[in-house]
């Protein structure tokens, strides 16, 4: 499709991961209208918390944005570094960038387990706070995952 428009690399994933953007801010703007409207009405009457359960809800409106922001844009450069692997290294690249984050995982659980670790992560899930959570971590991993894409967008062939 971006051949058939004359685009470039560059700019077609420049503009994909724009729209990415764009989109997370809007539904983060949207989960934020909503959180206020719960918040102002009780929790709808009845005393529930729905779209910031707990402590999701950072109670400044635009922190609250990007705390629902930041985890749609990564979902976002995710599916984008996915497209980037598939079209670059095919089937192969998949199934290896797939046997590799299993066995990755399989080896830090394997690590945490056999050094008896699990009660200092869930002390670090616990004492961080939902901002370097759901904010700070999200967006580093997908500045991250975007910059890897991108570098290995330049050598795909169309």
């Known amino acids: 499709m971006a051949l058939g428009l004359s685009l ?3 700019t077609f994933y420049l503009g994909t991961l724009l729209a990415a953007a764009v989109q997370s801010l809007g539904y983060g703007v949207l989960l934020t209208l909503l959180t206020l409207v ?5 929790g709808w009457g009845l005393g529930l918390s729905f779209w910031a359960p707990g402590p999701v809800d950072v109670g400044n409106p635009a922190l609250q944005v990007l705390v629902f922001a930041a985890p749609m844009f990564l979902a976002a450069s995710l599916g984008v ?5 598939l079209k670059r290294w095919g089937q192969i690249g998949m199934w290896t960038l797939g046997i590799v984050l299993l066995l990755a995982g ?13 009660p200092a992560v869930g002390s670090f899930f616990l004492d961080t706070s939902v901002v370097a959570l759901l904010l700070v ?3 580093v991993v997908a500045l991250l995952v975007a910059g890897a894409s991108f570098l290995g967008l330049r050598r795909a062939v169309p």
């Open 137 to 139: 971590g999200p967006a």
């Open 81 to 85: 570094g996915l497209g980037v692997v």
């Open 38 to 42: 719960e918040n102002g009405t009780g």
């Open 8 to 10: 470039s690399r560059r």
């Open 106 to 118: 399989g080896a830090a659980v394997a690590l945490i387990t056999w050094r008896g670790g699990w």
